[in-house]
């Protein structure tokens, strides 16, 4: 079992930025590819970005390019999502998860994740 607990969420203006983090305990961190989702009210949960358990290889929604940027540190067990020029189409509860799948980041399937955390809110004012 991978327990993940997310961090990081909070109430920004239009513009503004936050930084997510989730903190992974159980087994081998390094094993696993990370990623993150979201779900905003009345939609189906959508992958946001992923990055494979090196951390040197990184995926992201279309949404989200050049403003989000993930990151690991595979000594803290903590993966990382930096959000800058946030919108308000942004909010949602946001979620990390880990795979066991080989190369699960690159294609951002949420059934390819095997443990989910119990989601952060983010939420962007206009």
């Known amino acids: 079992q991978v327990q993940l607990v997310e961090a990081g969420g909070g109430l920004v203006q239009a513009g503004g930025s936050l930084r997510l983090s989730c903190a992974a305990s159980g087994r081998t961190f390094s094993n696993y590819d990370m990623g993150w989702f979201r779900q905003a009210p009345g939609k189906e949960r959508e992958f946001v970005a992923a990055?494979?358990?090196?951390?040197?290889?990184?995926n992201y929604a279309d949404s989200v390019k050049g403003r989000f940027t993930i990151s690991r540190d595979n000594a803290k067990n903590t993966v990382y999502m930096q959000m800058n020029s946030l919108k308000p189409e942004d909010t949602a509860v946001y979620f990390c998860?880990?795979?066991?799948?080989?190369?699960?980041?690159?294609?951002?399937?949420?059934?390819?994740?095997?443990?989910w955390g119990q989601g952060t809110q983010v939420a962007v004012s206009s």
């Open positions: 998860a880990a795979s066991s799948a080989l190369s699960a980041y690159s294609v951002g399937y949420s059934p390819s994740y095997d443990y």
């Open positions: 990055i494979n358990r090196r951390g040197d290889r990184r």
